[in-house]
């Protein structure tokens, strides 16, 4: 298949261990009938099948780019690198165990296209289960359609969901100036609330997007908890004393602070992290970083004396 020289979508795929899924994945991107697009995977040093599958892949279609990292990085410096290694005018993250419709990418440009404001285009939602079957349709929350940055921040920061909307088509020239994934539990939240602050968002009113939930995601089984996820987000926290909430609320400032709005806009949502940090599951998960984080201090100040 001929391509462009410079495509003007690229979609990142970031994997680790991903072979259940994988090909699935990778069928329902090659299957879309906007056909400009490279697609960059990067492997978080899988053990298993995936990067025999990508290698299979890639050698029958030259859009797939495919890197492997050396060692297993982490989910967020691993999302990060698959947009770093892209170079088009919009961005889009594929999960390895998420489905798109055949019309999703063609779909979502002509948005963008023709919608200049417009920085993020993504879908309605199917639920489907492990198997591929359907579960349920799904509305992505909170309302990001709003005209007032502050409006859309608060929606995102006060009342997060599935944040299914950062799997959608993105200007790459306002992704450059977020922060991206950081690396801590839910900050795709933060990314959205920061890209809320640098243009509008664009819902399609169909279902093109099909969100797989399984037992093997990030947030089951052990990784339920955001705290027992921060090795998972960055391997280079282990051993380490993270904070995982408050960078997730420090990460949330820094948004503000650098977002063009004006001063009345800024101080809103300034208003509404106030409220945020005031929510009790919020403030209990902070002041328990802080105790977590002695006792690991401590911990760690009589081991070394011992040694």
Known sequence: MKIDHQPRVSIGLPVFNAEKYLEQALNSILDQTYK??????????????????CQVYQERDP????????????????FRRA???????????????????PDFLSRCVSVLDQNPDVILVYSKVKVIDENGTYVVDYDPGP????????????NLVLHPEYAVQQMGLIRTEVLKKTGLIGSYP???EILLAELSLLGQFYEIPEHLY?????????????????????VL?????????????????????????????????????YGHMMRWLMIPPNFRAMGKDILLAAQQFIVGKKINQSI
């Open 36 to 53: 400009n697009f490279v697609l960059i995977i990067s492997d978080n040093a899988s053990t298993d099948c995936t990067q025999s599958i």
């Open 63 to 78: 859009r797939i780019q495919y890197y492997r990292n050396e060692r297993n990085l982490g989910i967020a410096p691993n």
């Open 83 to 101: 947009f770093q290694l892209s170079s088009s005018d919009y961005f889009k993250w594929a999960p390895y165990d998420d489905l798109i419709a």
């Open 143 to 154: 309302d990001t359609n709003l005209q007032q940055p502050n409006g859309r921040f608060r």
């Open 186 to 188: 839910a900050s795709d």
């Open 210 to 230: 099909y969100y797989r939930r399984h037992g093997e995601q990030s947030t089951q089984g052990a990784y339920k908890t955001q705290r027992s996820r921060v």
């Open 233 to 269: 987000f960055d391997t280079s926290y282990a051993d380490k004393i993270v904070l995982p909430k408050w960078k997730y609320f420090f990460a949330s400032l820094r948004a503000v602070r650098h977002a063009p709005i004006t001063g009345f806009e800024r101080a809103l949502c």
